[in-house]
């Protein structure tokens, strides 16, 4: 399950770049809030489920509160998903 957590929130951040990098700014600059409406839905789902599997992770991987509260944080800020992956799910 660890595999499919780094594979969502690999696509989770991806998503959120798209959105907060490319789709937003066109909407507003250019009134075309198209992007931002394919983007989105996927991004929240995508969003949901990174949530849903770091809470049934948690005990498996026996993360502290500050960690799981870290995990959770990365999820709201831009990149955070990839310093997740790299410093905490990464397997030796």
Same mark, same amino acid.
């Given at each position: 399950?660890?595999?499919?957590?780094?594979?969502?929130? &690999? &696509?989770?951040? &991806?998503?959120? @770049?798209? +959105? *907060?990098?490319? %789709?937003?700014?066109? /909407? #507003?600059?250019?009134?075309?809030?198209? #992007?931002? /409406?394919? &983007? !989105?839905?996927?991004? !929240?789902? +995508?969003?949901?489920? $990174? @949530?849903?599997?770091?809470?049934? *992770? /948690?005990?498996?991987?026996?993360?502290?509160?500050?960690?799981? !509260?870290?995990?959770? +944080?990365?999820?709201?800020?831009?990149? !955070?998903?990839?310093?997740?992956?790299?410093? $905490?799910? /990464?397997? %030796?």
């Amino acid at each position: 399950m660890l595999n499919v957590f780094r594979i969502i929130a &690999l &696509l989770e951040g &991806l998503s959120y @770049i798209l +959105l *907060l990098g490319i %789709a937003t700014p066109i /909407k #507003y600059f250019y009134n075309d809030p198209q #992007y931002v /409406k394919q &983007l !989105g839905m996927p991004h !929240g789902l +995508l969003f949901v489920a $990174y @949530i849903i599997l770091a809470i049934l *992770l /948690k005990n498996e991987q026996a993360w502290t509160k500050r960690e799981f !509260g870290y995990i959770l +944080l990365a999820s709201i800020l831009p990149f !955070g998903t990839f310093y997740i992956d790299r410093n $905490y799910l /990464k397997t %030796a």
